[in-house]
Nanobody, 123 residues
Framework: VQLQASGGGLVRAGGSLRLSCAAS????????MGWFRQAPGKEREFVAG????????FYADSVKGRFTISRDNAKLTVYLQMNSLKPEDTAVYYC?????????????????WGQGTLVTVSS
């Protein structure tokens, strides 16, 4: 499955953005999904994950309470609503497909990485 992230942009601290990740195949609904981000000079880090039907979600401590992951399987899309953005949220954001069952924050357990979308938060 191919994934395409969109919705990034420039926003002031305290603002909001909603990212979307569109999948190319209906098999999308068979997989847990995740959002990751990579800031300049840093390693890729987990942001949020969601189960196949969207009934379970989990977050990195750094975004808990500010970000919300959701999905619409009919539209083959997973979303990341980002509120109360901070300059340290600046990064390229990627969506990815979880390989096999279960939940994890380990990027090695995900594949089908899209090109990413850049989020820049100004202070």
């Amino acid at each position: 499955v191919q994934l395409q992230a969109s919705g990034g942009g420039l926003v002031r601290a305290g603002g909001s953005l909603r990212l979307s990740c569109a999948a190319s195949r209906r098999s999308f609904s068979s997989y847990n999904m995740g959002w990751f981000r990579q800031a300049p000079g840093k390693e890729r880090e987990f942001v949020a994950g969601i189960s196949r039907v969207g009934d379970m979600t989990f977050y990195a401590d750094s975004v808990k309470g500010r970000f919300t992951i959701s999905r619409d399987n009919a539209k083959l899309t997973v979303y990341l609503q980002m509120n109360s953005l901070k300059p340290e949220d600046t990064a390229v954001y990627y969506c990815a497909r979880k390989i096999g069952p279960g939940s994890t924050r380990d990027a090695r357990e995900y594949d089908s990485w899209g090109q990413g979308t850049l989020v820049t938060v100004s202070s």
